[in-house]
């Protein structure tokens, strides 16, 4: 299997090009943003009324549906949570399913164990739709940008009649191959990293405040030497500054980092890092934090060994 990673160029989207964004939330909202910019004609559609209007709000036309939404599209771009509400949005009442034109691709961003991406995949396929694999990372700033990477594989005239959409949304975007699934492997492999340097980059700050150190000269030091991470170098901003709005929640590791165990209980192949991040993570959503920012799992390490982070006290 070869792997491009293709570089974004400036689509010249036609006013022919109609999309349904599925899903509004903080990462579908900028995809949809990124799409319009790019002169794309987008009908969004989410389960909150109240990120539809906003949509409606900034230009774009809304959908009370799924279904309503795909209705005549040439491409659906579904940003939701997991495989039950991609299946659900694919197959369930007012699906897109009901509506969405024969030849008409329909690209999920959903993170899921790849065997239901090649289930789904394999399913709209054979009604005459195409299916596109393409997990998203990057976080919601970048999703507004149009600069996401996307991780993609599908068949090669589902790539045709997504391309120009897909550089529309992503500043890299990785073509993995002909077969549904790969891409959701890939973005397991990015989600098991992701979570097990969030984990380590709580301990450690918080590690570092049960030192007596500046935490603001940590994360100085570390960011210049060896043991930086993205994840350090992102996240622990949010815990210098107390700050744990979400960007991207806790929940979501849980989740993710749930069907790595999955995956590799399946494979019989041991995952020992990653189920001691995912332990963090449930222990983080336990205490009530499963919503607020992922940066939240240092107050659990804070909250155990009774230190008091910037913002937070201590009872």
Do not use: C
């Not at 997991?82 to 329909?106: K, R, S």
């Not at 589902?158 to 949304?169: E, T």
């Amino acid at each position: 299997m070869t792997v491009q990673a293709v570089q974004r160029e400036n689509p010249a989207a036609t006013k022919a090009t109609r999309v349904a964004v599925i899903g509004l939330g903080s990462m579908g909202f900028g995809m949809a943003q990124s799409l319009q910019r790019a002169a794309f004609e987008v009908t969004g559609f989410d389960v909150d009324e109240a990120a539809v209007t906003r949509f409606v709000a900034q230009g774009g036309r809304g959908a009370s549906t799924p279904a309503q939404a795909a209705q005549d599209a040439d491409v659906v771009v579904s940003v939701v949570v997991n495989a039950a509400q991609t299946e659900a949005i694919l197959f369930g009442e007012h699906g897109v399913g009901e509506t969405l034109p024969e030849g008409a691709v329909f690209v999920s961003s959903a993170t899921m164990d790849p065997d239901l991406a090649r289930k789904f995949a394999a399913r709209l396929e054979e009604t005459g739709r195409l299916y596109l694999d393409a997990p998203i990372s990057g976080g919601s700033v970048r999703a507004a940008e149009g600069a996401l990477t996307i991780l993609a594989s599908g068949s090669p005239a589902a790539f045709a009649k997504a391309r120009p959409l897909l550089d529309a949304m992503a500043a890299k975007l990785y073509e993995l191959g002909d077969e549904p699934g790969t891409g959701a492997a890939f973005k397991m492999i990015n989600q098991l990293l992701a979570g097990v340097h969030i984990a380590a980059a709580s301990e450690a700050i918080v590690f570092a405040a049960r030192q007596g150190l500046d935490l603001r000269k940590v994360y100085e030091v570390i960011t210049a030497s060896a043991g930086n991470s993205w994840m350090f170098e992102n996240r622990m901003p949010h815990v210098l500054d107390g700050d744990y709005t979400q960007r991207s929640a806790v929940d979501i590791f849980v989740k993710d980092l749930g069907i790595i165990q999955d995956m590799a209980r399946s494979a019989k192949y041991p995952v020992p890092v990653a189920a001691a991040a995912l332990q963090m993570f449930l222990m983080t959503s336990a205490g009530g934090m499963g919503r607020d920012d992922d940066a939240s799992v240092a107050r659990v390490y804070a909250r155990i060994t009774g230190i008091d982070l910037p913002g937070t006290t201590q009872p």
